[in-house]
């Protein structure tokens, strides 16, 4: 008898999970609030970059549809506000790829559903869960960080913040010039806030998402008040100016002339991501397991690009356990947890560990930036790891930790 | 700078891990309260089996000195005394191995020795623990099931027994003829104990060892409480007639006027194992972090012989993690823990389940062995996975799972 699994939740978590089943004949049914044709018509959800190892797993699913040497990047450019800036790059050693997720989520539900996927287009509540869960062999909930998350106990240790860390300003932008080597740049305005400048693919072809990070009570918070749709001229020229006094690396590609949202006024999301990190499953009072994937178990602010990746390699785990085993009980969430959990507690915990140091900018880390900005080996090592957030947690996890790695890479800055 | 680390006990967990350190080019100084010479003198210290997982490390060391082919057993034989007694054999895919410890351990020192570890032999306790911790980059403590472990907090949930499940007799002995297949002989005795037979090489070469598991309270805890040494022939005696009765299989191959301990009165051993699981690690209040490793960590009964094995397994895991990483410290430990948690967990559950099983034969588990013995394949996928204890709970961690398993085989039966 073939295996049923219910998954309710159509973000790439659950697409990703729902691809990787049925490649191995696994009946798959998605409970969903959107369908595909909605996706167009939606503000902008997030601005997500597939590092290499999520689009491995694209190209295994058959979904890579736009291919990193074209539409991807090769790097991350650093730029840090020093009073005598830093400014430096680090090699990817494969491309990243960013595509506008109200293109790429309804491609995947196609695939998905071209593929024998089911779908059902209803908004699931917490109480509809144990009936679900009898009619599955198990039950993956993963409708992202607003919805049922409360299922799944809180882990204080790995929770440390109650609020946003961040007054988030993000959009996609056309009138930006590619930098020399198509990348991603990290700017880092001490004590004011962080832009990540990704290039994107969007509707019209490649634009720029900016992701401005602004530290709440300084001078880029009222960046993530004030409304676009009030008066486009005054944000753009409120935002052009905070730009070139605190991200200066990233304004001065800027045309003032072209500079505005790249597709209209639904590109632009404002606001806050309350981090937080919980069990992977949870018994539902029927007695049975339900399995927390992606956002739901672990949401991160999107400072480092962590929460889709990491939703898709726990997604892919999943799926290689639910083929692997057919009872779906403690044990096997212990096999799930054992397999996921470095990935998706690293990635919190570099994540979290990275919103304070780049506030309060302890001695060790503002050493790390400087060895950082002088080693081009210890820049493209940090820099490819991105796809390896347990490899930077070995690095990331204490003074001591921070200090060994920058010391491995003293003498080239030395000599 | 060389790495070093302090090893406080000389049994399987701590000599395996310093030939693996050596192998690195460690630093290694090992702590113990017994000297090479000393043990051809001691009392019967166990009667281990190493199955192929672990004579593969041994190879791996450069110290399989007794080879499988040569005096290795190749399977096991199980007997049922049930009203229709079952009986039937599984084979193992590489033969394990045993060799009595008092000629095993001092070979592995002399080895270590040669290879430049360190001995210090002395009493250690656990006053002495913060002052040696400094000395090294890491300290282990694997001083078997006898001393330190309360260094280490038990894990009630892995611990369910405040007592010895069985009352222990365990000789070597001569006398007995081989099975056919030179293989270990389990025999279960519905209600009164289990019988392990095993080829195992000694100071004289083969000889036959048996460890008696008696139900406390039944017709052979007696044997547990007679000393050979009071009068060695009624001993012998009141031995084969509780042997003839509960355990046919093995008596019927016993010369009466050959049967005897096989070296002298040393080679007895009598009393009783406390089944106990504890954290991996420890800080000492000078904030140094040590390591569990061995009995120290999981004590089992000797049932199904995965005391020495999972700790030989559990100390190579703890070799590489040291090798690999330079920080000793709560990241080290969740690395260390992440690799040898499910080995070392699976192990004791599956030996504290298999106890219980084995005295109050719930029906799932009649189920099992009914099926096994008839299912040849079955028989050899459990004969073999004494070499994965994880496996073994993949299939016993829950009824629906040891059903699962059985219908598995269940055609084959039917057939
Ligand atoms: C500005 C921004 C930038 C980001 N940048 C990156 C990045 O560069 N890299 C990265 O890896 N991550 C990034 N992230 C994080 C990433 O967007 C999320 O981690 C990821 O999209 C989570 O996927 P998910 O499948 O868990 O949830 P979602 O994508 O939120 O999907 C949830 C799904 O559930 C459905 N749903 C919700 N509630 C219900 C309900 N009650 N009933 C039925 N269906 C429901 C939704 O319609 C949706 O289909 C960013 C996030 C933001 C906000
Ligand atoms: C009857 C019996 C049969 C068994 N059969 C099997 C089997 O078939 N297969 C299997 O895998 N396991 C078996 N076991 C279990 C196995 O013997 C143990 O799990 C294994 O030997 C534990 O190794 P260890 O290195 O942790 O501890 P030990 O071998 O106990 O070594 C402890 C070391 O520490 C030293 N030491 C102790 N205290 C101090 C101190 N205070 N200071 C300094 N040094 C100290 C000791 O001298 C010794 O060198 C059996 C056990 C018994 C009792």
């Not at 996706?39 to 959800?45: K, P």
């Not at 450019?77 to 830093?86: E, I, K, L, S």
């Not at 071209?114 to 993956?140: I, M, N, P, W």
């Not at 054992?338 to 990275?354: E, H, I, L, P, S």
């Given at each position: 008898?073939?295996?049923?699994?219910?998954?309710?939740?159509?973000?790439?978590?659950?697409?990703?999970?729902?691809l990787?089943?049925r490649q191995?004949?696994?009946?798959?049914?998605?409970?969903?609030?959107?369908?595909?044709?909605?996706?167009?018509?939606?503000?902008?959800?997030?601005?997500?970059?597939?590092?290499?190892?999520?689009?491995?797993?694209?190209?295994?699913?058959?979904?890579?549809?736009?291919?990193?040497?074209?539409?991807?990047?090769?790097?991350?450019?650093?730029?840090?506000?020093?009073?005598?800036?830093?400014?430096?790059?680090?090699?990817?050693?494969?491309?990243?790829?960013?595509?506008?997720?109200?293109?790429?989520?309804?491609?995947?539900?196609?695939a998905l559903e071209a593929r024998g996927g089911?779908?059902?287009?209803?908004?699931?509540?917490?109480?509809?869960?144990?009936?679900?869960?009898?009619?599955?062999?198990?039950?993956?909930?993963?409708?992202?960080?607003?919805?049922?998350?409360?299922?799944?106990?809180?882990?204080?240790?790995?929770?440390?913040?109650?609020?946003?860390?961040?007054?988030?300003?993000?959009?996609?932008?056309?009138?930006?010039?590619?930098?020399?080597?198509?990348?991603?740049?990290?700017?880092?305005?001490?004590?004011?806030?962080?832009?990540?400048?990704?290039?994107?693919?969007?509707?019209?072809?490649?634009?720029?998402?900016?992701?401005?990070?602004?530290?709440?009570?300084?001078?880029?918070?009222?960046?993530?008040?004030?409304?676009?749709?009030?008066?486009?001229?005054?944000?753009?020229?409120?935002?052009?100016?905070?730009?070139?006094?605190?991200?200066?690396?990233?304004?001065?590609?800027?045309?003032?002339?072209?500079?505005?949202?790249?597709?209209?006024?639904?590109?632009?999301?404002?606001?806050?991501?309350?981090?937080?990190?919980?069990?992977?499953?949870?018994?539902?009072?029927?007695?049975?397991?339900?399995?927390?994937?992606?956002?739901?178990?672990?949401?991160?602010?999107?400072?480092?690009?962590?929460?889709?990746?990491?939703?898709?390699?726990?997604?892919?785990?999943?799926?290689?356990?639910?083929?692997?085993?057919?009872?779906?009980?403690?044990?096997?969430?212990?096999?799930?947890?054992?397999?996921?959990?470095?990935?998706?507690?690293?990635?919190?915990?570099?994540?979290?560990?990275?919103?304070?140091?780049?506030?309060?900018?302890?001695?060790?880390?503002?050493?790390?930036?400087?060895?950082?900005?002088?080693?081009?080996?210890?820049?493209?090592?940090?820099?490819?790891?991105?796809?390896?957030?347990?490899?930077?947690?070995?690095?990331?996890?204490?003074?001591?930790?921070?200090?060994?790695?920058?010391?491995?890479?003293?003498?080239?800055?030395?000599?």
């Amino acid at each position: 008898m073939k295996k049923r699994i219910g998954i309710v939740g159509a973000g790439a978590a659950g697409l990703h999970l729902g691809l990787y089943l049925r490649q191995h004949d696994i009946d798959v049914t998605v409970y969903t609030d959107r369908k595909p044709d909605d996706y167009s018509d939606l503000r902008l959800l997030n601005t997500v970059a597939h590092h290499a190892v999520t689009v491995q797993r694209e190209e295994a699913l058959g979904v890579n549809e736009w291919p990193s040497d074209q539409y991807g990047y090769f790097g991350h450019y650093y730029y840090v506000g020093t009073p005598q800036p830093m400014q430096f790059y680090g090699d990817l050693k494969e491309p990243s790829r960013a595509v506008d997720y109200r293109m790429y989520l309804p491609m995947l539900m196609r695939a998905l559903e071209a593929r024998g996927g089911k779908f059902s287009y209803d908004t699931v509540t917490a109480d509809d869960l144990e009936a679900l869960s009898e009619q599955y062999d198990l039950l993956v909930v993963c409708t992202g960080k607003f919805a049922l998350g409360q299922l799944f106990d809180k882990q204080p240790e790995n929770s440390p913040f109650e609020k946003p860390q961040r007054a988030l300003c993000v959009g996609l932008f056309k009138g930006i010039k590619e930098s020399q080597i198509r990348a991603v740049t990290m700017s880092f305005s001490p004590g004011q806030g962080e832009l990540i400048e990704i290039p994107t693919l969007s509707f019209n072809g490649m634009v720029t998402a900016l992701v401005l990070e602004n530290h709440i009570g300084g001078d880029l918070e009222i960046l993530a008040n004030t409304k676009y749709d009030d008066d486009p001229q005054a944000f753009l020229s409120l935002l052009l100016d905070k730009l070139r006094k605190h991200h200066p690396s990233v304004a001065e590609r800027i045309d003032p002339d072209e500079f505005d949202l790249a597709n209209g006024s639904l590109d632009i999301l404002q606001g806050g991501v309350v981090p937080v990190y919980r069990n992977g499953h949870a018994q539902l009072r029927n007695g049975r397991t339900i399995i927390g994937l992606g956002d739901v178990q672990a949401t991160v602010d999107p400072v480092l690009g962590q929460g889709a990746n990491m939703a898709s390699y726990a997604a892919w785990v999943l799926g290689e356990e639910i083929v692997a085993q057919s009872v779906y009980d403690q044990r096997f969430c212990e096999h799930l947890e054992r397999r996921r959990q470095d990935r998706v507690t690293c990635a919190t915990r570099w994540t979290n560990f990275t919103l304070t140091a780049l506030s309060q900018l302890p001695p060790a880390f503002v050493q790390f930036l400087q060895v950082l900005s002088q080693s081009r080996e210890m820049a493209d090592e940090f820099t490819d790891n991105f796809n390896y957030p347990e490899r930077q947690w070995d690095y990331f996890s204490s003074p001591e930790r921070i200090g060994n790695w920058c010391n491995k890479f003293a003498p080239d800055v030395a000599a």
